[in-house]
């Protein structure tokens, strides 16, 4: 019997937006929780970030934006993903997203947006409770 | 400091207390296993003077004013003139941003301070597919000189100074402002103000970059060059803690970057034949200041004493205007949370106060709302007002370094130096800063400090108030939010300016730019003369994105 694949996460830096201590933190925490966790660096265009997802063959891939841009990047991430046919993979993310807007993000297929105050722990338990690797 | 049998007596008395002490703390031992700093600094829980024993106060501490001002660059401080009063602000298009401006000149700031939108900190126009669902947002929209000429309508450039957080295009927009003041009838001999142009810590910290590091340390020293003999009151280049401790670092780190990210700066202005004594003058500081309230202070007086050391010893500069570190703060933007948002007021004033306490040149104070967006109008008058309480009814103000003597700060001072020196002899062994950045040193040592912070929050092992103690829920604040139609409006205008202007003359402004760019001629003048000619901002970063090729994030973590 072959051991379970990890879960491997894409953490992703998406917009222009330079605000980065939270992903490398939630990139490190990840990875000591024993995920397999793949950084795209900053400044990624949402066409970048599915391309690596899919290459990468990962479960999940985690948006951290703290420039306001949230309510074009996790849409058009999600759109770029079914359009290519992977959406099976799960999208959540955090940063600095107004409530109001959680709930229209949340419709558009976001599965979890990690506030400011979220643990470490917290985040990691969402991931082992709703991303499973796929086959 | 001290005489010998002064110092035994403190010596007895204090072995008194410590025996005192242990047999009270065998019955009621102390809150904490360790008493620390916001950085992890373990602190005593007494000081005295032993401590500061060997502390030579005419060497090290001294007078206001005089080598090394650990006590102040001044010799009235303020005394003689309060802080500048400068709120970082940009929100939406350069309308919206003017009427800001206004609005806070109208309730008693005393200077300006530019925050742009993300396309025009990283190159690019508000109309590039890279500005998607950014625009306007965090900061003000400029993309030609006409944006520029309409952020400050209305603001005379002779009588206020302006500082501008900006980083790889910094020269474009000095070039832009140089141009909107000559429309004015104000000289660029008498405008007076601030561009960022720290692109060190951009690679370390704060992530705007567009150039690999010797291209865009080329372009400085452009700047710094032809301001020294074009534009003598501008303070060239800020160079940035802030961004390096919001980003995680440490205080004794951010300190140890910052000064290390100075001594690349004036030695590639040195190489480039410069006499030290010309620019140095004109370098300028940017520091946080975080919630730790001693630590900062002691912090702020050590870089002072620092960075006179390095330049008198290291660069052998004469004038003591070449000494001083003259700094702007902020207080910590990742100090506040968004959980009981009220509670930041709080924390701002308590920043401001050992921000003012640690002898700052001016200061911005953050907005409650902060956490969530720019902030609203109402918010930041609050911001404003805390640092005008701060001048005129705390009393502060009264007396020159108040706490210079007191054995922990002086201590901690002390500690934050020493600290500091081992970081800069460490980067100095790596070849200096832009190798230590190569290699991911910097980058790397405020990933393991964000990090370890991280993990002692979520362990309760550091307290925030409505965090991790003392959590309820509590109602949305009103947040500002940009309006659409501010976006198309800046699109707009950007069409019509590039449909208007004379657009030969635009493309001969650039080729000049790209041929300077790679002879070498300092690229100031064929800045100005294409912003003049309404060029945009991503024309002109295209072109050196072209010649110098992109910086792309290692990804480091």
């Known amino acids: 019997m072959s051991p379970e694949r990890k879960i491997r996460i894409l953490i992703a830096k998406p917009g222009l937006d330079g605000h980065d201590r939270g992903a490398k933190v939630i990139a490190r925490g990840f990875r000591d929780a024993g995920f397999e966790v793949i950084y795209t660096g900053l400044h990624q265009t949402p066409e970048q970030i599915v391309a690596a997802a899919i290459q990468e063959d990962v479960d999940g891939i985690g948006l951290s934006i703290l420039s306001g841009a949230h309510d074009y990047i996790f849409p058009e991430v999600i759109k770029l993903l079914k359009e290519k046919g992977a959406e099976d993979i799960a999208v959540f993310g955090g940063g600095i997203i107004p409530e109001e807007d959680i709930l229209a993000l949340k419709g558009s297929g976001v599965k979890a947006l990690f506030v400011p105050g979220t643990t470490i722990e917290e985040a990691v338990k969402w991931v082992r409770e709703n991303i499973k690797p796929r086959k | 400091m001290f005489k010998e049998d002064q110092l035994k007596k403190v010596q007895q008395e204090k072995k008194k207390w410590v025996d005192d002490l242990s047999k009270m703390l065998s019955e009621t031992p102390e809150r904490l296993p360790r008493f620390t700093t916001v950085s992890d600094l373990e602190i005593k829980g007494l000081y005295s003077p032993e401590d500061i024993k060997d502390l030579n106060y005419s060497g090290e501490v001294g007078f206001p004013g005089v080598y090394p001002f650990t006590r102040g660059v001044q010799p009235s401080m303020y005394r003689g003139k309060l802080w500048t009063m400068r709120m970082f602000s940009g929100l939406g298009?350069?309308?919206?941003?003017?009427?800001?401006?206004?609005?806070?000149?109208?309730?008693?700031?005393?200077?300006?301070?530019?925050?742009?939108?993300?396309?025009?900190?990283?190159?690019?126009?508000?109309?590039?597919?890279?500005?998607?669902?950014?625009?306007?947002?965090?900061?003000?929209?400029?993309?030609?000189?006409?944006?520029?000429?309409?952020?400050?309508?209305?603001?005379?450039?002779?009588?206020?100074?302006?500082?501008?957080?900006?980083?790889?295009?910094?020269?474009?927009?000095?070039?832009?402002?140089?141009?909107?003041?000559?429309?004015?009838?104000?000289?660029?001999?008498?405008?007076?103000?601030?561009?960022?142009?720290?692109?060190?810590?951009?690679?370390?910290?704060?992530?705007?970059?567009?150039?690999?590091?010797?291209?865009?340390?080329?372009?400085?020293?452009?700047?710094?060059?032809?301001?020294?003999?074009?534009?003598?009151?501008?303070?060239?280049?800020?160079?940035?803690?802030?961004?390096?401790?919001?980003a995680g670092s440490t205080a004794v780190q951010e300190l140890a970057f910052t000064l290390a990210d100075g001594i690349a700066y004036v030695e590639a202005a040195m190489e480039r034949g410069l006499d030290v004594d010309d620019f140095a003058p004109r370098l300028s500081f940017f520091f946080d200041s975080h919630i730790d309230f001693f630590e900062e202070i002691a912090k702020f007086r050590a870089a002072r004493r620092i960075w006179a050391k390095v330049m008198r010893e290291r660069f052998m500069a004469k004038k003591p205007r070449s000494w001083m570190l003259r700094f702007h703060t902020q207080t910590a933007g990742c100090s506040l949370t968004a959980q009981q948002p009220f509670n930041n007021v709080v924390r701002t004033a308590y920043e401001a106060l050992a921000a003012v306490l640690g002898g700052t040149q001016s200061l911005h104070t953050n907005s409650l709302d902060e956490t969530y967006a720019i902030p609203t109008e109402e918010a930041v008058t609050i911001a404003l007002r805390t640092q005008q309480i701060l001048a005129e009814e705390t009393g502060v103000t009264n007396t020159i370094d108040p706490l210079a003597g007191s054995y922990f700060v002086e201590a901690l001072t002390n500690q934050m130096e020493e600290m500091a020196w081992d970081y800069i002899h460490k980067i100095d062994e790596m070849g200096g800063m832009v190798k230590a950045i190569e290699r991911g040193y910097p980058q790397m040592e405020i990933a393991d400090a964000a990090y370890r912070y991280q993990r002692q929050i979520d362990a309760n092992e550091k307290v925030i108030v409505g965090v991790n103690k003392y959590v309820t829920d509590h109602p949305p604040i009103t947040i500002w939010r940009m309006r659409p139609e501010i976006g198309e409006r800046q699109l707009k205008r950007l069409r019509e300016v590039k449909e208007t202007r004379k657009n030969p003359k635009v493309k001969e402004c650039l080729g000049l730019i790209r041929r300077a760019s790679l002879d070498g001629e300092n690229l100031m003048p064929h800045i100005i003369h294409a912003v003049r000619e309404y060029a945009t901002i991503q024309e002109i970063c295209d072109v050196w994105r072209e010649v110098f090729g992109r910086y792309t994030d290692p990804g480091y973590f």
Not at chain 2, 100 to 105: E, I, P, V
Request: aromatic content about 8%.
């Open chain 2, 93 to 246: 298009g350069p309308e919206e941003t003017n009427q800001r401006f206004h609005y806070l000149l109208n309730h008693g700031e005393t200077g300006l301070s530019v925050a742009f939108h993300y396309p025009t900190l990283m190159g690019y126009d508000s109309d590039s597919p890279n500005a998607r669902g950014e625009v306007g947002k965090c900061g003000v929209a400029i993309d030609t000189l006409k944006d520029m000429e309409i952020l400050f309508e209305g603001i005379p450039l002779d009588q206020v100074t302006t500082s501008m957080t900006i980083n790889p295009p910094a020269s474009i927009l000095l070039a832009m402002y140089i141009v909107v003041a000559e429309k004015q009838g104000v000289s660029k001999k008498e405008i007076g103000g601030t561009i960022q142009n720290d692109m060190l810590k951009e690679f370390v910290a704060q992530k705007t970059f567009m150039l690999p590091p010797r291209p865009s340390i080329r372009i400085i020293v452009d700047t710094i060059e032809y301001c020294t003999k074009e534009v003598p009151r501008w303070n060239t280049i800020s160079i940035s803690g802030y961004h390096i401790r919001e």
